[in-house]
């Protein structure tokens, strides 16, 4: 389970209207996956999804609570959480997970987003980009 961030000339990227000034986008499209990569386990301490919805509990977390434990939605062993990593070349940057149970918690009942792009992405992103093409 991934999300893809690709230079085409569209989407996010039209927040620049030159893309032959970006010099390196190598280094851009790493610094871009290092920041999703980042909010994306912040979100898992916060238990939001991109738009800031906070994740269902499922019955154990709150069976958990209820006898006073600390229990958190989708961090029981944390092994989610530190599986999250982003790839990039030139091109693409990629985020995602290899845990075969990820698409489960994405889309299943109750759905509990936890890859995606939130707005505060989108504005650390506009200003990564932006840094590059200013040089």
Known sequence: MS???TRTG???FNLVKDLGRIKNFTSMLKEIG???EASTKLRFNKGTDPDGKEWEPSQRVIRLRE???NA???VDTGRLQKSISYASDSNEVNIG???AYAESVGDG???REFLGISQKDEQEIERIVQ???EG
């Open 72 to 74: 958190r939605t989708l």
């Open 67 to 69: 006898k006073g434990k």
């Open 34 to 36: 290092q920041s999703l």
């Open 109 to 111: 009942p109750p759905r």
């Open 3 to 5: 999300i893809k961030v």
């Open 10 to 12: 569209n989407g996010l």
């Open 131 to 133: 840094k590059h093409v």
């Open 97 to 99: 997970t290899d845990v």
